[in-house]
């Protein structure tokens, strides 16, 4: 299988081209390729599909096989892709999404696609559409307990569910030990991710998030909008956020007329290559996957 290893800020996919690629069993190899010490290394595994509905089809598999609904930072990657590797010459492309239809404006230097602004729709606010367990819409400043302690959390769905909980310090804080137990609290039905956020001034915010599915990743394009939403909603910053992530910037602005929240960062190619993924259609391959998902939970 032909691929290509991309990041957004830090936030790093291996990209495969279903024009010319087959992969049979996503899941798998989803957990096989983002294995960092037996396969390529990856938060997941995206594939760019054709679609009858836009001009590109995401489909996104997390590092442990689950399927995705979105990735900020992902589809970022997937327009720089299809505009740097000849699938397109648009500057301005849609691309079919779990979470609905994303449309995407690509800055070009030098003939190369360098940065996206992505429109990412409204924000889902409602309890059940997110989904969360909670008594009032929208879900802000709302009490949670975890491992006995009352922490207070926004929730916002980007086209997958994040919870936004404010800190005094992002460096000061135990993600690995407190991460888990957020993603598979009884709250969020589907499980959630979670951002845990640290507000500057009324125009920049630091966040490091852990991903569902995944765990801790530099970059989080939808945690960082459903970040922005919730500072907003909390009325802790204005409407254009800067946020800091372990991996670098983004800039996020919830449209007041339109309702819609833009994004825009940077896109990344790291390399290109090609592994071998034959043992996956083997019954003997059982166990080197299990050892992949034993060593993803261990991580947790």
């Given at each position: 299988m032909k691929f290509t290893?991309?990041?957004?800020?830090?936030?790093?996919?291996?990209?495969?081209?279903?024009?010319?690629?087959?992969?049979?069993?996503?899941?798998?190899?989803?957990?096989y390729v983002s294995d960092r010490h037996f396969g390529i290394g990856s938060d997941g595994l995206i594939l760019i599909r054709p679609s009858d509905k836009a001009d590109f089809e995401m489909a996104m598999y997390n590092a442990d096989g689950s399927r995705a609904e979105m990735c900020g930072n992902g589809i970022r990657c997937v327009a720089k892709y299809v505009y740097d590797y000849g699938l397109t010459?648009?500057?301005?492309?849609?691309?079919?999404?779990?979470?609905?239809?994303?449309?995407i404006t690509l800055d070009i230097k030098d003939g190369k696609a360098v940065k996206a602004e992505v429109?990412?729709?409204?924000?889902?606010?409602?309890?059940?559409?997110?989904?969360?367990?909670?008594?009032?819409?929208?879900?802000?400043?709302?009490?949670?307990?975890?491992?006995?302690?009352?922490?207070?959390?926004?929730?916002?769905?980007?086209?997958?569910?994040?919870?936004?909980?404010?800190?005094?310090?992002?460096?000061?804080?135990a993600i690995e030990e407190i991460g888990p137990r957020f993603e598979n609290h009884p709250r969020f039905p589907r499980r959630t991710n979670t951002e845990f956020v640290q507000v500057e001034d009324r125009?920049?915010?630091?966040?490091?998030?852990?991903?569902?599915?995944?765990?801790?990743?530099?970059?989080?394009?939808?945690?960082?909008?459903?970040?922005?939403?919730?500072?907003?909603?909390?009325?802790?910053?204005?409407?254009?956020?800067?946020?800091?992530?372990?991996?670098?910037?983004?800039?996020?602005?919830?449209?007041?007329?339109?309702?819609?929240v833009f994004m825009k960062g940077p896109a990344e190619t790291v390399f290109d290559g090609e592994i071998d993924l034959s043992h996956l259609d083997q019954e003997e391959a059982g166990d080197e996957i299990v050892r992949c998902q034993e060593w993803q939970e261990q991580l947790r």
């Open positions: 290893k991309m990041h957004g800020l830090g936030n790093d996919y291996v990209y495969v081209n279903c024009f010319r690629e087959q992969v049979k069993d996503p899941e798998r190899t989803a957990i010459d648009k500057r301005q492309i849609s691309v079919e999404t779990l979470a609905g239809i994303k449309y429109d990412m729709g409204e924000p889902v606010l409602e309890p059940e559409r997110i989904p969360v367990m909670a008594g009032k819409t929208p879900v802000v400043d709302e009490p949670i307990e975890v491992d006995k302690k009352e922490y207070h959390m926004t929730c916002v769905s980007m086209g997958n569910p994040h919870a936004i909980i404010y800190v005094p310090d992002v460096e000061d804080l125009g920049q915010v630091k966040m490091r998030v852990w991903e569902r599915g995944s765990g801790e990743t530099l970059a989080c394009g939808t945690g960082a909008c459903a970040t922005a939403v919730a500072c907003i909603l909390n009325g802790l910053t204005d409407r254009k956020v800067t946020v800091h992530l372990l991996g670098g910037d983004l800039e996020i602005r919830w449209d007041e007329k339109t309702n819609h």
